[in-house]
């Protein structure tokens, strides 16, 4: 069985490590100059995932198996590269390599529509690029869909493409 909750003050850095490792595939996915700002911008949002951020963890069994970023409405998600959206934002969505193919993203994911939704918000975003195909895959599937004026291209990376959910 899956649960999800808010990580604790003691599981930040495992929490971390398990998101780093979960991104670790795109270094042969993705150009180097690409792969090199994605793994800065990982490294930057965990560092700083501070009051404003709602940092949920996937557990099975006592180990931590997925992790999920949800911003609050407004907040600066991305450090200036894009505008700030007047809903939600999640990011960094992960689940580890061994518990991959188990529900862990969609309830991740479900998790994050329902705090959406107790926040009274009427939409959640996200950014995501061409490189996650499994993760765009689960979010065409809830019904996210474009919303371009939110992209952003990160110098020497792929485009980052926003999309919202209505909720």
Known sequence: MVTIRPVRPEERAAAAALVERAYAEYAERMMPA???ALREAVGAALAHAGAAVEWLVAERGGALVGSVLLYAPAVDAYGGLTGRAPWPELRLLAVAPEARGAG???????????????MGADALGLHTSSSMTAAR????AMGFVREPQYD?????????EAYRLAL
């Open 34 to 36: 690409a792969w090199a």
């Open 104 to 118: 862990v993203a969609r309830r991740l994911m479900d998790a994050c529509v329902a705090r959406t939704r107790a």
């Open 137 to 140: 895959a689960l979010y065409a």
């Open 152 to 160: 952003f291209p990160p110098d020497g990376a792929e485009l980052v």
